[in-house]
């Protein structure tokens, strides 16, 4: 119940694609779903987050949508650039704590 | 800036060893967090504290332990080094929902 699982575990996209990585959940007592970014050599950085009260958010070309009674959420990177090249982790938030995804290995190509 | 800064880049120790790890938070928080980050696995939780000389297992607890005896600072301590603990060893604390990462320390275990 407390699993977060993420998919796909790798992706490669074109320079200017549609990037989409998807994560699923079953424990109900999740209440933020933050996405983070980690580049080689450094630590996640929160990327963009999403409360479970609302469908969709949108930060310039990342979009986390959320469908609450699939229990289900998903980032979509829009005109992907090699520099997004990065894994991605999702999030959920329970307790004061964060339960991760497995990541997913971005790669842009050019 | 929030920083974290983790002791070293890469380590490397003997099967036995007692190694520590040791992570620096600049922000005055409260959380502070300990994860192991495995291909495939995503970040798994080790240990957490919530405020001075407290601390919580998390999932993966057996073979480490944690010291907080400062507000700043949050030790990971593996007691006997086994080479199943090779990993990427990251450091977190926490404001509201947002954890903020150190760069990580490489531990390899030979």
């Known amino acids: 119940q407390q699993q977060v699982k993420q998919s796909p575990q790798s992706l490669i996209v074109q320079k200017g694609g549609i990037s989409i990585i998807n994560c699923a959940y079953e424990?109900?007592?999740?209440?933020?779903f933050p996405w983070y970014q980690q580049f080689p050599g450094k630590g996640p950085a929160l990327l963009i987050a999403?409360?479970?009260?609302?469908s969709e958010k949108k930060e310039g070309r990342f979009t986390i949508s959320f469908n609450k009674s699939a229990k289900q959420f998903s980032l979509h990177i829009m005109d992907s650039q090699p520099g997004d090249s990065a894994t991605y982790f999702c999030?959920?938030?329970?307790?004061?704590?964060?339960?991760f995804g497995q990541g997913t290995e971005l790669s842009v190509k050019p | 800036d929030v920083k974290v800064t983790q002791s070293s880049r890469y380590l490397v120790k003997r099967t036995g060893e007692k190694v520590f790890l040791e992570c620096v938070q600049d922000?005055?928080?409260?959380?502070m967090f300990w994860y192991r980050q495995d291909p495939g696995l995503g970040l798994r939780l080790i240990y957490f504290?919530?405020?001075?000389?407290?601390?919580e297992k998390g999932d993966i607890p057996e073979g480490y332990s944690v010291s907080r005896e400062k507000k700043e600072r949050f030790s990971l301590i593996l007691e006997s080094a086994s080479t199943n603990q090779t990993s990427m060893y990251l450091c977190?604390?926490?404001?509201?929902?947002?954890?903020?990462f150190g760069p990580g320390t490489r531990l390899t275990v030979t």
């Open positions: 977190a604390s926490r404001l509201s929902h947002e954890q903020y």
């Open positions: 424990n109900t007592a999740f209440d933020y």
């Open positions: 999403i409360r479970p009260d609302v």
């Open positions: 999030a959920a938030h329970t307790g004061g704590k964060l339960i």
């Open positions: 922000m005055d928080h409260e959380n």
């Open positions: 504290s919530y405020d001075v000389k407290m601390k």
